[in-house]
């Protein structure tokens, strides 16, 4: 069983940063793609950021390209998402997610988080 732990969420002001870190166990061949969503209230959950254990290249959504970074640390098990220069729209629930392969598509992705609150204030 995958479980999921993420924490760094917050509130900050346009223009800060944030680093959100999913803390992962019981890996097996289902969560072979790490990846952060993130849902606003009345839109529907979207992919934000992912990326294969095995490594390769990550894939960002084009709202975040140049501003986010996803980043794994294998020996903790541990995904983080480095977020800079943050706009009042990143205001989100962020959830990391454990699938087989990466998509943007949510339904593919097993295992999830709690979820961790940023909320962006102009």
């Known amino acids: 069983q995958v479980q999921l732990v993420e924490s760094g969420g917050g509130s900050v002001q346009a223009g800060g940063s944030l680093r959100l870190s999913c803390a992962a166990s019981g890996y097996t061949a289902s969560s072979n793609c790490m990846a952060w969503f993130r849902q606003a209230p009345g839109k529907e959950r979207e992919g934000v950021a992912s990326?294969?254990?095995?490594?390769?290249?990550?894939y960002y959504a084009d709202s975040v390209k140049g501003r986010f970074t996803i980043s794994q640390d294998n020996t903790k098990n541990t995904v983080y998402l480095h977020m800079n220069s943050l706009k009042p729209e990143d205001t989100a629930m962020y959830y990391c997610a454990a699938g087989s392969w990466c998509t943007t598509h949510p339904p593919a992705f097993i295992h999830w988080g709690q979820g961790t609150q940023v909320t962006v204030s102009s």
């Open positions: 990326i294969y254990r095995s490594g390769g290249s990550p």
